[in-house]
Every structure is written in structure tokens, then in C-alpha cells.
């Protein structure tokens, strides 16, 4: 029994103490409120005697000021000369200048001790104009003659300060033990000694000798509260400890192989490679990590079905434990890849001559269909040049795989840090897309098209800029060319180019067009039509005035699927535009069949003239082959006077570039094009 109570004293210790605590905390507050609202009361009580004592002497005050009588006026203000009730009192006339003052002798402008533990208001200053009556006009009439100011002082005395103490102090403790006596009791009688008995029981039932499923005894008065669902509770723990610890062993046991153990191919896992990396690096011994994946997996998931793929990946498993050194930790890590460690390989070498029988493996054994015939690639890194922990070794192999797979497949690539630094820029170039197509933020700059012979602007190419400058437009449309992204970015790249041009479509000549550059996938993507239609209707800008340009450098596309979009863009009056051309792919045939309406030179062939022959050869031949085909020609990257007298000389007419103008906003397009007209107006009237 005594035990029991040993063990019960610490909770009903630190429940009195926290009980004690919060009473004394919330008391001190309450004593804190009552001394507030003492403290206040005081400063309303000075305050209010302060004025009473001001007004006993208002009329002599008055009778001073109106003679300006500083001696009369002093003789009366003496009076306060011992009060400290005041900081000072001041006679002044009815222009506020001072007529006397005087400054009480045991008023202190320091601060008190008590300061310290109180605050103290400022001083408050209690102003009282004086009047006087005087005779004027037969009758008496009260003049304004100046004021009586006082400066109230309510700094707390000490006997005032000690009183407040003694108020919080015997609130407090009053407070503190009423409470604290009260919730002990409470606690004592309701909690204290039924959890005694519980813990008294308990104890009891351990001591019987360890039998099993042993039970307490409810305490009485306690069936049905918190304190009887304890006790059953205990009760059903107790009954299934045996068979829960039983299980849970087994559990463990079979949770532990399945942890590490890949199930389809019997192989060690993504964990157990952790693992083992872990224990390698610690040792601090060279080693090789090779990441291994098959070439188009997919497809033969799609030829044969997934259960022929699952037998691929068995078999290779197999191969893999027969090829490589004996002991060699080979890791399944998910779907089709492969990872495992060769130890103390160092040497790229050694390692490539090891790992070259593994591009192109023939699988056979328990495949449906017969030998299946595989190429890998494979990604290599170094303990520690390449990673001096698992994390480290992970990414340089997921790198170097990355890289293998960019070069064309079934090869081999070390970690490279440069790669690692190509990709790393590539993963942030493709966020940056994303978050322009989902932000809509970039702007469209618009470049003059000059027919160099007449001087009048007959277009202009809306070019992308980001308000991003991390990276460059030019990045961003290579990006989305890679990962398919640049029919959403074109998309929105027309919706803003008609949105422009629908601001200054009223101020545009009637053979303006305004070109849109346009990828191949886009084009021939499903509901481009339809969109194109959308958008034209939204910002009421008839199609005429629209230049689709296609970038000849892009994949080009299937001329056929193709057909039925061009003839449409033609029916609606747009034109097609090759762009860039001569730094692509374009056969004569490829020209012919789809019809462009216009070529655009590209402008490295242009700022190579008029000197280089090579470009002029280049020239001849585009204006030739227009001349047969019946398209325009547009010249890009005119810059110089020598380049425009040489392909006017040449029969050219439609030129683009700094030469003429800048890139420009929709405003400056607008002013452009204004002064352009007025020039060519000034000149057809001098003529």
C-alpha cells in the first residue's frame, strides 16, 4: 500500500503545482485589472481636486490679467508654492504670452522609483480662459482677458505605490489558495483516488506470477466512466498480447524479406540498393554503379501484352546474374531498369569492355514467340569521383543514363558534369515554359516587312519575347519543340498577336498581314482550324491579314495529312510563309506539293552579301525557283545600304530587318507605320 502511494504523490504534486501556477497567474492578472482601474480612478481624483483648486482663484486671476498685474497675479499664484499637487501654474494674457508663473518648491521633474514598476501618465495640463466684466456701452459686458493654465502632476506617492502592492498581494493570495484548495479536493477525491486503486489493482495482478490473460477489478462507483472503459481496455490488451506479439513476429520476419526483394524478378530492390550503397560508401572503397534500361520497353509491352514483358524482364534478370562477376549486387529499381555495383572498378576501360556484351542481348529461354533480341543503355558513375553518397551516385548514374538515351540508345555514357549542368538548364528552361504557357507571360515585339522599292510597310512578324530573362525565347521554343509543349505555346502566341492587331486594325493599309510563326505540329494538330476560327471571331480580325510562317529547321511534317489544312488557309485568304530558308530541309518536291505563298531567306545568307558569292548563288537560285513556283520572296536580316541596293539590283522587292526597324510594340508599330506613310506621301507630292 505504501508503494501505491508513492507512485500516486508525483501526479498529485505536479497537479497542485499546476493548479498553484495558474492561480497565480490569473490572480496577479486580476490584481493587475483591479490596480489599472485604482490607478485611473487616482489620476481622475488628482485631476478633479487639481481643477477645483484652480477655480477658487479663477476671478482673482481674472482682475490680474485684465491690468496685467504680474505682481497681483504672483501674490495669488504663491499660494501654490508648497503644493505638489502641481508641476506649475501659469498666468497668461489673451495673446498666451506669460504675465507669472511659479513652480510648486517640492514639485520634481525626475522620476519616482515607483515609476519603475507603474506607468505614469503624461502630465496633464488643465487651461481655464479668464473673463472679466467690464463697462462699456451702459452695461457690463464679460471680456476674455487670458487663461490660467496648470500643470497636473500624477506621479504615484509612496504610501499610494505601497497601498496598490498590498491590494495585488492580498488578492492574489486570497485567490491563489481558494482555488488551489478547491481543484485538490476535486482532484483528489475524483481522479487522485480511483486512479490509486486502478494502479493498486494492477500491480496486484502482476504480482499473481505472470499468469497470462490476467484482469483487474473495476473500482466501484466507476462502472461506467472513463475510469471503467481504462480498465476494460487494459483487460482486452492484456488477453491479446500473446497472440498480437506472436503475429507481429511473423509479420516482421516476412515484411523484412519482402522489403528488399524484388517479387517479379527476384533481384534485390530500390531499398536493399540504398542500403548497400550506404554500407559501400562508408567503406570508402572504389567502386562502379551502372543504371541499365531497355531500349523501347513499351513497345514490347504493346506487341506482346505485359505478361511477355514481365518475362522479359525475369530473363534479363537471369542474364544479368550469369554475365556479370559472381556476388555483383544486381537492383531491380522500377519498371525496366537496372542497377548494380561492380566493386573496385575504377577504370572507364575495364568497365567498358565489361559492360559492352550488355547493348544487345538475345533472349530466349521461357519467352512466348520465341528469342527476343534487346538493346540497353547503360549509365556509369564513380565512388567518389562521381558521388560520395547514395543520393549523389543516384543522380550521376540517372545522368549519365539520360545522356546514353539523348545520344541515339544501345551505348554506353560516364557521368558527365557538363551534362549534369545541360540538363539541370534544360529541367529549368522547362519549368520557365510551363510557367509562360500558364501565365500567359510574355509579350510580342512586331518587325516591319518594307517593300524596299515603293518604301511602304506591307507586314510584320510577331516575334516572342519572355518578361522572364532568365532565359531566352530562343531556349523556350527549342524546349517546346522537344517536349510538345509548342502547340499550347502557339496557341497562345496567336491569341495574342490577334489581340494586338485588333487594337490598330482600323489604322492598317488593305493588303497588311500580319505573320505568326506557326510549328509544323501545330499546324497539322487536331482543332488547330477550329481555334484559328475561334480566335479570328473573338477579336473580329478577318483572316486576310494573317502570314502563317513554318520554320523549315523544325521536323517537317507529312505533306498529306497536311493538305486538307492548307487548302482551307487558302480558301480563307490566309498565306503560308517558308520560313528560314536554306538552314533546314526542303526538297523541291516538299516546296511544290504544299504551295507556299512566300520564301523567307534566311539572314545569315543575307548579311553575307553583297561580297560573298556563295550567298549570292543562293539568291539566284530562290529567285528562280519563285519566279517558277509563283511565290514572293522576303529577304530577313537586311541591315545595310550595300544589301538593299544589291537585291534591288537583283529584282527583289520585300525586305526585313534593322535596316528598316527594330522590333517594335503594337504603339510604336502604329507610329511606324504613320510616319512611313506620311514619308511616302511627301515624296509622291514632290514628285
Known amino acids: 500500500m505504501q508503494k501505491i502511494s508513492n507512485a500516486s504523490t508525483p501526479l498529485l504534486r505536479r497537479f497542485v503545482t499546476s493548479v498553484i501556477l495558474v492561480s497565480i497567474i490569473g490572480g496577479t492578472l486580476l490584481s493587475v485589472i483591479i490596480a489599472s482601474v485604482q490607478l485611473n480612478r487616482l489620476h481622475d481624483q488628482k485631476e478633479q481636486t487639481a481643477r477645483l483648486r484652480i477655480e477658487n482663484i479663477l476671478d482673482s486671476a481674472a482682475y490680474a490679467a485684465f491690468n496685467l498685474d504680474s505682481a497681483q497675479g504672483y501674490s495669488l499664484l504663491k499660494s501654490f508654492q508648497n503644493d505638489t499637487l502641481f508641476h506649475g501654474i501659469a498666468l497668461l494674457d489673451n495673446y498666451k504670452d506669460t504675465i507669472t508663473d511659479i513652480v510648486p518648491l517640492n514639485s520634481s521633474a525626475d522620476a519616482s522609483w515607483t515609476d519603475v514598476f507603474l506607468s505614469t501618465p503624461p502630465n496633464g495640463e488643465v487651461t481655464y480662459p479668464l473673463i472679466f466684466q467690464i463697462h462699456r456701452d451702459n452695461q457690463y459686458v464679460d471680456e476674455p482677458v487670458g487663461y490660467l493654465i496648470g500643470n497636473v502632476n500624477y506621479q504615484i506617492t509612496h504610501r499610494e505605490f505601497l497601498q496598490l502592492l498590498w491590494t495585488i498581494g492580498l488578492s492574489t493570495l486570497g485567490e491563489v489558495l481558494l ?22 489493482s494492477i500491480d496486484e495482478s502482476a504480482r499473481i506470477g505472470q499468469q497470462k490473460n490476467t484482469t483487474i477489478q473495476k473500482v466501484k462507483g466507476h462502472d461506467r466512466d472513463e475510469f471503467g472503459r481504462l480498465v476494460d481496455a487494459y483487460n482486452n490488451s492484456v488477453m491479446q498480447a500473446t497472440s498480437y506479439m ?21 533481384v534485390a530492390n530500390r531499398r536493399a540498393l540504398l542500403a548497400e550503397l ?18 523501347d520497353f513499351g513497345s514490347y509491352n504493346d506487341a506482346y501484352g505485359h505478361q511477355t514483358g514481365d518475362a522479359l524482364l525475369v530473363t534479363l534478370a537471369n542474364t544479368l546474374k550469369e554475365h556479370l562477376p559472381k556476388g555483383t549486387p544486381i537492383s531491380r529499381t522500377g519498371g525496366d531498369e537496372f542497377v548494380f555495383i561492380l566493386p573496385n572498378k575504377k577504370n572507364h576501360d575495364i568497365v567498358l569492355k565489361l559492360l559492352s556484351p550488355l547493348l544487345t542481348i538475345s533472349l530466349s529461354e521461357q519467352l512466348p514467340g520465341g528469342t527476343h533480341h534487346i538493346s540497353c543503355s547503360l549509365g556509369v558513375a564513380f565512388f567518389p569521383t562521381d558521388g560520395q553518397n547514395p543520393r549523389q551516385l543516384s543522380h550521376a548514374t540517372d545522368i549519365a543514363l539520360y545522356v546514353a538515351k539523348d545520344a541515339g540508345r544501345k551505348c554506353i555514357r560516364f557521368y558527365d558534369k557538363q551534362a549534369d549542368l545541360a540538363r539541370t538548364r534544360q529541367e529549368a528552361v522547362r519549368k520557365a515554359l510551363q510557367q509562360t504557357i500558364e501565365n500567359k507571360d510574355f509579350n510580342l515585339l512586331y518587325q516591319p516587312k518594307v517593300n524596299m522599292r515603293t518604301g511602304s510597310i506591307t507586314g510584320c512578324e510577331a516575334l516572342l519575347r519572355l518578361n522572364n530573362t532568365t532565359h531566352t525565347h530562343v531556349e523556350i521554343i527549342e524546349e517546346a519543340e522537344r517536349n510538345g509543349l509548342i502547340v499550347a505555346l502557339g496557341r497562345e502566341v496567336m491569341h495574342r498577336a490577334f489581340s494586338d492587331m485588333s487594337q490598330v486594325l482600323d489604322k492598317l493599309p488593305e493588303d497588311f498581314r500580319f505573320s505568326v510563326n506557326v510549328s509544323p505540329r501545330q499546324l497539322v494538330s487536331e482543332g488547330f482550324i477550329v481555334d484559328l476560327l475561334a480566335t479570328a471571331t473573338k477579336y473580329n480580325v478577318p483572316l486576310r491579314y494573317l502570314d502563317i510562317e513554318i520554320t523549315e529547321s523544325t521536323q517537317m511534317f507529312d505533306t498529306a495529312s497536311s493538305s486538307q489544312t492548307r487548302q482551307w488557309l487558302k480558301n480563307a485568304g490566309v498565306t503560308v510563309t517558308l520560313d528560314d530558308f536554306g538552314t533546314g530541309f526542303a526538297s523541291l518536291e516538299y516546296l511544290m506539293t504544299y504551295g507556299f505563298d512566300q520564301i523567307k531567306i534566311d539572314k545569315h545568307f543575307t548579311q553575307a552579301l553583297p561580297i560573298d558569292e556563295d550567298a549570292k548563288a543562293i539568291f539566284n537560285v530562290v529567285q528562280y525557283l519563285a519566279d517558277k513556283l509563283n511565290m514572293a520572296v522576303v529577304a530577313e536580316g537586311v541591315e545595310t545600304h550595300e544589301q538593299v541596293a544589291y537585291l534591288l539590283n537583283q529584282g527583289f522587292e520585300c525586305a526585313q530587318g534593322y535596316f528598316y526597324s527594330t522590333p517594335l510594340s503594337v504603339r510604336d508599330l502604329l507610329l511606324f507605320l ?14
Open 179 to 200: 482555488v488551489a484548495i478547491i481543484l485538490t479536493i476535486f482532484f483528489h477525491k475524483q481522479i487522485g483516488r480511483p486512479l490509486s486503486n486502478i494502479i493498486e
Open 246 to 266: 506472436t503475429d507481429l513476429e511473423a509479420a516482421k520476419s516476412e515484411l523484412k524479406s519482402l522489403s528488399e526483394i524484388d517479387p517479379l524478378t527476384n
Open 278 to 295: 550506404t554500407k559501400r560508401c562508408d567503406q570508402a572503397l572504389p567502386f562502379a554503379v551502372v543504371s541499365l534500361d531497355i531500349d
Open 674 to 687: 504613320v510616319k512611313r506613310q506620311l514619308s511616302n506621301q511627301i515624296c509622291v507630292d514632290a514628285s
